[in-house]
Structures are given as structure tokens and as C-alpha cells.
């Protein structure tokens, strides 16, 4: 009899009790069949050859074709081509009793493709052949949403790692987990050396404490965003200074997830800053350095003035006294002015633009001619020795100015051994590829000046060419010596290098152009063999009258016939009432009322024949351009001997270049 069972009839014996209770439907085959045919899920029956031997309605909905129409194919004839092979070693497997969990797609008529999830097993039927009962879960939508999720990822890890500015994925730790190109290129390392690396790796030594307080704060939950500037360390040690912009991503649980970083690379601006810095720091230490140069020079103006009187006074004293004891007495203040003047010289040197005119020298030369009175210098306790490199390049100074360097760093050297030591002077032969600071690339000769003293604290290390500083007690030094020795080099166009170990001792190493060039035959004292003079007027104008007085003395003991006066209005009025030429003005640079120039253009206008030598004990910038060169005027620096005052005016009247 025929019984109705929910929604569906199966057919039952007359043995079949209405089933009461919760028993459920019983097991019949009409419940089967109908359970088979109604599931929403495609199922089928396979034979051994893999042919459809039952299908129900779901199955062909899902693969657009009619059961009775699939009833005559084999499941191979709707599988997918790329997807074959692999179906068929499933099948091979459960036929030996493996169960099949697989996805695969299937191939409509209309050529659409259909993706299912099958599962299957084997089973014997009644009759002892091999059937298959295969489930397929239509999967197409999903297959389709993470075909979709999967080429939004890979635009998005595209965007990431082409994206012109770094960026990278770290794990709350700080650990790397994903790096973009821009930032491997920025740091030198590759993505795999960075993916074995945290953040602090990268972060210089001296600002790891700060970021780890930001780690530490941001593990608290203190901090969502991160909005910092990094000095890292790149891959090849150089410095690069990083801003980094990071936002946390947290679960659903607030705990953080990974931290997602941008880098804005600050490093050439940093450098230009610190350029800029740089440069106003120099421009501060020049004005400094001018200003108390300016105050030297008015200082020294008036000093050389008194200095070339005692000098002159006390070598004529020396020279026409008869008294032993006289002459003794008057070589004693000689050899102390010579001494001032030797100090006298050095404040000009610092506070002078431009000392002497620059010749070339051969620094091996210099370094043996001077090397006696470094010794005497340095003292009986210290071993000095040369190392001297030949051939050396010449270099292009002027000869006091580069002995005034030798003297100072003689001194500094004997200052830091004051238990004696070793000073060694090593000249050699540099080469720098590439710019090194405020030096370009070249040829340089290199003058090392290493002592074994007691060092230089790092506290003081950048305040050793600070002009009046200096670190020894009152009285001992006028802390000129090395900022002399650096404004010297500098102008010279070489640079200074300063290395020093407390208790090992100190090396400064100068580097000079090399000029190239072969340094000329030294030319005779200009002091000796003087000529004298053949009745040849000379106008001296200067306002220091004792000097006036002494230097028309010696001009009338040497055969010329001087006319003094102390300034330029009475040198003009003098000059005004004259009917004779004037073969030589020698006057004063620097003086009230109107310059040694100004005087000398003045003169030369009613007498242009005149010869022009000009002295000055000043020196800043107002003798400038006053050199021999300028038109046709001598130059005679103060304080000056007698010998040096006598040659300087044979030379000015015996020039050949017209005036």
C-alpha cells in the first residue's frame, strides 16, 4: 500500500506499521529514493567507468542539462579539461577505498564553468559491482568572491611595493613583515635582510632608548599613532634621517595587530640644515676673528712704531759706542726688541689678510733651515726629529707666515711635554679623490707635527683654534698660537686635521695646495751690501716723532738729504713751497688728517716724477692694495733696522718701472 510520509509517498508492504512516536520515517527504499531525488545538493550515482547511473534534479540544474540527458554520459564528458587528470587519480584512489575531497569544475553546455566541492566513496551494490556516491556542493560563488579577493590583494601588495615613497608592516614588536622596494632601496638592504630584522636594527645606537620608550607606550595601548624623525643607520653606514608616520591596526579584541609605517626621507634637507649651520657657525667664528684682528692691529700700529725707534736706537748705540759695557747694555734691549718684534709679527700675521707676498717654497727646505731654532724652542728634553719626503711639490705661501706655523706648533708641542718627550715634523705627499670638507680633491703636500704629550680632552678639542683661548695658566700664553696656525693654512687654500689621545699625545696635520712647480733659488739679504745714497731728497712724513727724528738722522749719515715732516698737511705745505724735485716720498700709511696714498697722489701732482714707499705698522685692510705692484709704490713694513730701512729706499729709487 501506498503511505504518505511528510512530503513525499514511498511505497510500503502490507507488514508496514504507521510509524508512531519519534521513531522517524523508516528506512525504506522509496524514502531513500525520495531523499536522493529532493536534496538541494547535486548528487549521483557512478559505475565503475565513471558513468552516470543515477543523478537527481539538483545535480542537473547545476550542470544545465537534464538528468535523462546526463544518464548517458560519464562524468570525465562534463569535467573540466585542466582539471582531468587530477580527477581521475581521485578516482583511482577510492576505488581502493579512499574517500574523494576534492574541487574541480565542470563545463555546461553553454561553456560556462561550474565549481564544485565533491565528496564521494565507494560502495557495493547488491549486484557486487563497484558504484560511487558522489556529493557536489555548488562552490562557484565562492570561487568567484576569492578570485575577486585575490586580485584586490595582488593590486594592493602591487600599489605597496611600487609605490615611490617607503613603507613597510610591522609587528607590534617592531619586527619587520612586509617591506616595499622604496624603503629597501633607501636603507641598501634586501627584502629578505630586512624581513629578518626589527625596526631598532635600523635606528642609530644613540636614539634607541627614545624609540624603545615608544615601543613601550604603544604596547600599553598608549598610542595609536606614531608621528616621529629617526637618525637610522643605513645598510653601508651612512647616516639618513627618516620621518615615520605609523597608524596601529588592532583586533577585535583592541590588541594590536601590526603597526603600518610610511617614511619621508629628511636627509637632504638634515644635511642642507646642518650646511647651513655649518656656515653661519664659520661666518660668526670669521667676524670673531676679524674683530679681534681689527683690535690687534690698532694695538700693533702703535707698537711697531715704538719698536722700530728702540730697534734703530739701540743698533746705532751698539754701533758708535766705544764702552764695552755700553755696547753690551745696547745688544741686550736690541735682542729684546728683536724679541717684541717677533711677537709683533705674529699678532700681524693673525690679524693681517695678506702678510708679505707668497713665493714657492719647498717645505723640506723650510723645515731644515728652521730646524735649529725648533730646538732651541722645544728644549734640551724633548727628542725632535724629521722624517721628510723627497721630492715634495712646492707650495705657494709667503716664507714668515709658513715659519710663524712651524714655530707655534713648536711651541704647543713643548707646552704638552712639559716632563719631555718626542716631537717628530713629516712631510709627505697627499692625494684626496674626492672633496674632504672645505678642501677639494688634488694634489697636496702634508705636513704632520706629532708629539707625545698629554692630549687634548674632547671638551676642548673644538675650542683649540678659538682665537685668545687657551687652557694654560696666566701668563703662559696669549692663546694666538693655533688660531694663528689655522688662519694661516685656510688662507693659504689648505685645511688643518687634528688628532690627539689623552696620554698618547697629539698630531695635527696640515695640508698645503701643491703648486707644482720648482721652488726658486732664495734671493740675497736685502739688508746687505746697501749702497749709499748720492744727495737724492727724501720727504719722510710720520706722525711718531721720535721715529721722524731717528730716520732723517740715518737718511743724512748715508748720503741723502731728508726733509722731515710729522703729517701730511705739513708734508703738502713743505712740498708746495719747494722749487726742487722730490726723488722719494717715504711716508707713514696710516695718519691723521689724510692717508699715506692720498699724501702720495697729492704730492705727485705737482712733482710726478716722485718715487713713493710707503711703511705701515698696521695690519688690517686699510694698506690693502698698497703693495709694490700698486702703481709703483713700495712697501715697507714696521718695525724695520736700520739695514732693512736703508735697503728698502736704494730699491724704491732704483726701480726701473715708471712711477
Known amino acids: 500500500m501506498l503511505v504518505r510520509?511528510?512530503?513525499?509517498?514511498?511505497?510500503?508492504?502490507?507488514?508496514?506499521?504507521?510509524?508512531?512516536?519519534?521513531?522517524?520515517?523508516?528506512?525504506?527504499?522509496?524514502?531513500?529514493?525520495?531523499?536522493?531525488?529532493?536534496?538541494?545538493?547535486?548528487?549521483?550515482?557512478?559505475?565503475?567507468?565513471?558513468?552516470?547511473?543515477?543523478?537527481?534534479?539538483?545535480?542537473?540544474?547545476?550542470?544545465?542539462?537534464?538528468?535523462?540527458?546526463?544518464?548517458?554520459?560519464?562524468?570525465?564528458?562534463?569535467?573540466?579539461?585542466?582539471?582531468?587528470?587530477?580527477?581521475?587519480?581521485?578516482?583511482?584512489?577510492?576505488?581502493?577505498?579512499?574517500?574523494?575531497?576534492?574541487?574541480?569544475?565542470?563545463?555546461?553546455?553553454?561553456?560556462?564553468?561550474v565549481w564544485g566541492h565533491v565528496t564521494g566513496s565507494r560502495w557495493t551494490g547488491p549486484d557486487g559491482a563497484d558504484w560511487a556516491l558522489v556529493v557536489v556542493q555548488d562552490i562557484t560563488r565562492n570561487k568567484h568572491t576569492e578570485a575577486m579577493l585575490a586580485d584586490r590583494d595582488d593590486e594592493l601588495s602591487t600599489l605597496f611595493h611600487e609605490a615611490p615613497f617607503p613603507m613597510a608592516v610591522n609587528a607590534?614588536?617592531?619586527?619587520?613583515?612586509?617591506?616595499?622596494?622604496?624603503?629597501?632601496?633607501?636603507?641598501?638592504?634586501?627584502?629578505?635582510?630586512?624581513?629578518?630584522?626589527?625596526?631598532?636594527?635600523?635606528?642609530?645606537?644613540?636614539?634607541?632608548?627614545?624609540?624603545?620608550?615608544?615601543?613601550?607606550?604603544?604596547?600599553?595601548?598608549?598610542?595609536?599613532?606614531?608621528?616621529?624623525?629617526r637618525r637610522i643607520l643605513t645598510k653601508g653606514g651612512q647616516a639618513a634621517y627618516l620621518r615615520c608616520k605609523a597608524h596601529v591596526v588592532r583586533d577585535r579584541s583592541g590588541q594590536p595587530r601590526y603597526w603600518l609605517g610610511q617614511f619621508v626621507d629628511l636627509t637632504p634637507e638634515r644635511r642642507h640644515e646642518e650646511e647651513r649651520r655649518t656656515f653661519f657657525e664659520r661666518l660668526r667664528q670669521s667676524q670673531r676673528t676679524e674683530a679681534v684682528g681689527r683690535v690687534a692691529g690698532g694695538v700693533v700700529h702703535d707698537f711697531n712704531n715704538m719698536?722700530?725707534?728702540?730697534?734703530?736706537?739701540?743698533?746705532?748705540?751698539?754701533?758708535?759706542?766705544?764702552?764695552?759695557?755700553?755696547?753690551?747694555?745696547?745688544?741686550?734691549?736690541?735682542?729684546?726688541?728683536?724679541?717684541?718684534?717677533?711677537?709683533?709679527?705674529?699678532?700681524?700675521?693673525?690679524?693681517r689678510r695678506d702678510e708679505g707676498d707668497p713665493e714657492l717654497l719647498d717645505l723640506n727646505?723650510?723645515?731644515?733651515?728652521?730646524?735649529?731654532?725648533?730646538?732651541?724652542?722645544?728644549?734640551?728634553?724633548?727628542?725632535?726629529?724629521?722624517?721628510?719626503?723627497?721630492?715634495?711639490?712646492?707650495?705657494?705661501?709667503?716664507?714668515?707666515?709658513?715659519?710663524?706655523?712651524?714655530?707655534?706648533?713648536?711651541?704647543?708641542?713643548?707646552?704638552?711635554?712639559?716632563?719631555?718627550?718626542?716631537?717628530?715634523?713629516?712631510?709627505?705627499?697627499?692625494?684626496?679623490?674626492?672633496?674632504?670638507?672645505?678642501?677639494?680633491?688634488?694634489?697636496?703636500?702634508?705636513?704632520?707635527?706629532?708629539?707625545?704629550?698629554?692630549?687634548?680632552?674632547?671638551?676642548?678639542?673644538?675650542?683649540?683654534?678659538?682665537?685668545?683661548?687657551?687652557?694654560?695658566?696666566?701668563?703662559?700664553?696669549?692663546?694666538?698660537?693655533?688660531?694663528?696656525?689655522?688662519?694661516?693654512?685656510?688662507?693659504?687654500?689648505?685645511?688643518?686635521?687634528?688628532?690627539?689621545?689623552?696620554?698618547?699625545?697629539?698630531?695635527?696635520?696640515?695640508?698645503?695646495?701643491?703648486?707644482?712647480?720648482?721652488?726658486?733659488?732664495?734671493?740675497?739679504?736685502?739688508?746687505?751690501?746697501?749702497?749709499?745714497?748720492?744727495?737724492?731728497?727724501?720727504?719722510?712724513?710720520?706722525?711718531?716723532l721720535t721715529l721722524l727724528d731717528l730716520t732723517t738722522q740715518l737718511l743724512a749719515e748715508h748720503g741723502y738729504v731728508p726733509l722731515a715732516a710729522p703729517g701730511a698737511q705739513p708734508a703738502l705745505e713743505l712740498v708746495r713751497h719747494m722749487r726742487q724735485s722730490v726723488d722719494l716720498l717715504l711716508t707713514d700709511i696710516v695718519m691723521p688728517g689724510a692717508s699715506g696714498t692720498e699724501l702720495a697722489n697729492r704730492v705727485r701732482e705737482t712733482h710726478p716724477n716722485t718715487r713713493v714707499l710707503l711703511m705701515s705698522g698696521h695690519p688690517d685692510d686699510r694698506i690693502a692694495g698698497h703693495g709694490p705692484k700698486d702703481r709703483g709704490h713700495h712697501l715697507l713694513r714696521k718695525p724695520f733696522s736700520s739695514l732693512q730701512l736703508l735697503a728698502a729706499v736704494r730699491r724704491a729709487l732704483d726701480a726701473t718701472s715708471e712711477p
Not at 559505475?47 to 554520459?73: E, I
Open 365 to 544: 727646505v723650510v723645515v731644515t733651515e728652521l730646524r735649529h731654532l725648533l730646538q732651541r724652542v722645544t728644549g734640551e728634553d724633548i727628542a725632535f726629529t724629521t722624517e721628510l719626503a723627497a721630492p715634495l711639490d712646492a707650495v705657494h705661501m709667503p716664507r714668515a707666515q709658513l715659519e710663524q706655523v712651524l714655530l707655534n706648533l713648536a711651541v704647543n708641542a713643548r707646552d704638552a711635554m712639559p716632563l719631555g718627550g718626542r716631537l717628530v715634523l713629516r712631510t709627505s705627499r697627499r692625494h684626496l679623490d674626492e672633496p674632504d670638507m672645505e678642501l677639494p680633491a688634488g694634489d697636496y703636500v702634508a705636513l704632520e707635527v706629532e708629539d707625545s704629550g698629554t692630549g687634548i680632552t674632547d671638551d676642548v678639542v673644538p675650542q683649540v683654534f678659538v682665537p685668545f683661548f687657551t687652557t694654560k695658566e696666566e701668563g703662559r700664553g696669549t692663546g694666538l698660537g693655533l688660531a694663528i696656525v689655522e688662519h694661516v693654512i685656510t688662507t693659504a687654500g689648505g685645511g688643518v686635521r687634528l688628532r690627539t689621545t689623552l696620554g698618547v699625545g697629539t698630531t695635527f696635520l696640515l695640508l698645503l695646495p701643491a703648486a707644482r712647480a720648482t721652488p726658486p733659488v732664495p734671493a740675497p739679504d736685502p739688508g746687505s751690501g746697501v749702497r749709499r745714497g748720492r744727495g737724492e731728497r727724501i720727504l719722510v712724513v710720520e706722525d711718531e
Open 5 to 113: 510520509r511528510r512530503d513525499f509517498w514511498y511505497e510500503a508492504t502490507v507488514q508496514d506499521e504507521p510509524p508512531t512516536g519519534n521513531q522517524g520515517p523508516p528506512a525504506t527504499d522509496a524514502w531513500y529514493r525520495a531523499l536522493f531525488e529532493q536534496s538541494p545538493t547535486a548528487m549521483a550515482i557512478l559505475d565503475a567507468h565513471l558513468g552516470f547511473q543515477q543523478v537527481n534534479p539538483a545535480m542537473g540544474v547545476m550542470l544545465g542539462r537534464t538528468p535523462a540527458a546526463l544518464l548517458s554520459m560519464r562524468a570525465t564528458e562534463v569535467t573540466h579539461p585542466d582539471d582531468l587528470g587530477d580527477c581521475l587519480a581521485r578516482f583511482d584512489e577510492m576505488r581502493r577505498g579512499t574517500p574523494v575531497n576534492l574541487e574541480k569544475r565542470y563545463l555546461r553546455p553553454d561553456g560556462a564553468v
Open 307 to 351: 719698536l722700530a725707534v728702540i730697534l734703530n736706537v739701540a743698533e746705532l748705540a751698539r754701533l758708535r759706542t766705544p764702552d764695552a759695557r755700553t755696547r753690551e747694555y745696547a745688544e741686550q734691549i736690541h735682542s729684546a726688541a728683536t724679541r717684541a718684534a717677533a711677537l709683533s709679527r705674529r699678532l700681524m700675521t693673525f690679524g
Open 172 to 229: 607590534p614588536g617592531g619586527r619587520f613583515l612586509r617591506v616595499n622596494r622604496a624603503l629597501c632601496g633607501l636603507v641598501g638592504y634586501t627584502p629578505t635582510e630586512l624581513l629578518a630584522m626589527d625596526w631598532l636594527d635600523l635606528v642609530d645606537p644613540l636614539e634607541r632608548v627614545a624609540s624603545r620608550e615608544n615601543d613601550d607606550r604603544e604596547r600599553r595601548g598608549e598610542v595609536s599613532e606614531r608621528d616621529v624623525v
